[in-house]
């Protein structure tokens, strides 16, 4: 059996049924999803627009495609029409172009905040507090956008501990802000070099590029 398919039947034998796999597979040929897609599995991420479009144009229109990289304002209107959930919203004026891209495709979008928890400046995301404030007025601004959940990604490092403690400390405010928002269900944070702990700190869809479809020469 090919490589790829091998991987994505781990995963799906290995993963709880509570956990989604999105397969990361920026940078990878079409062929690669194609070869991913008929061994059953329909989540792919992008992170980059053009790289998205491009292949959802000619792959299967069943396939749920998830924007995980940092979008800019003015490319939200070429993945409006068809994306499934964008995991990068990091400030309530993208999100505000989301809700307007949406209107116009007459679809709502599904949506989950980036928030900071690595302490590298370089990564995008929002802090706890903007997150609470928009959360708490979205829905009457920006009716054409849902959010489900939370993102996160941690600090490249060998530390496994400050990995651990930057997945826990986002499930804590997750759970903190489900109280008040019981629609988000879901929290995203896990890569190829640390899903495990991820997974073992509440996350309930990790993002696998690597593991899935092997070593990216770039991206
Ligand atoms: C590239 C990327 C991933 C996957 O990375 P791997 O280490 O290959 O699993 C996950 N999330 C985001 C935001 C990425 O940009």
Redesign the pocket.
């Known amino acids: 059996m090919n490589r790829i398919a091998e991987n994505i039947n781990y995963f799906k034998e290995n993963l709880p049924q509570e956990v989604t796999l999105?397969a990361?597979s920026?940078t990878k040929p079409a062929e690669d999803v194609q070869t991913a897609y008929d061994a059953g599995h329909l989540d792919f991420?992008e992170?980059r627009v053009q790289e998205m479009v491009e292949k959802y144009e000619i792959l299967p229109k069943d396939i749920r495609w998830h924007q995980?990289?940092h979008l800019q304002k003015n490319k939200v209107k070429y993945i409006a029409p068809f994306v499934h959930l964008i995991?990068?919203v990091d400030s309530e004026s993208l999100l505000k172009e989301i809700n307007k891209q949406a209107l116009r495709n007459e679809r709502t979008i599904s949506c989950l905040l980036q928030i900071r928890i690595a302490d590298e400046e370089t990564k995008f995301g929002m802090e706890q507090e903007e997150a609470e404030k928009i959360l708490s007025t979205y829905q009457e601004k920006f009716p054409s956008v849902k959010i489900i959940g939370l993102?996160g990604?941690s600090t490249f490092t060998e530390d496994k501990t400050q990995i651990r403690n930057e997945f826990r400390g986002l499930k804590i405010f997750f759970d903190k802000l489900k109280t008040q928002n019981p629609e988000l269900q879901t929290l995203s944070m896990g890569?190829?070099?640390d899903?495990q702990i991820a997974m073992e700190e509440g996350s309930n869809m990790i993002?696998?590029?690597?593991?899935?479809?092997g070593n990216?020469n770039y991206?």
């Open positions: 999105v990361v920026k991420g992170n995980i990289g995991h990068s993102m990604m890569m190829s070099g899903y993002r696998v590029g690597s593991s899935v479809f990216r991206g």
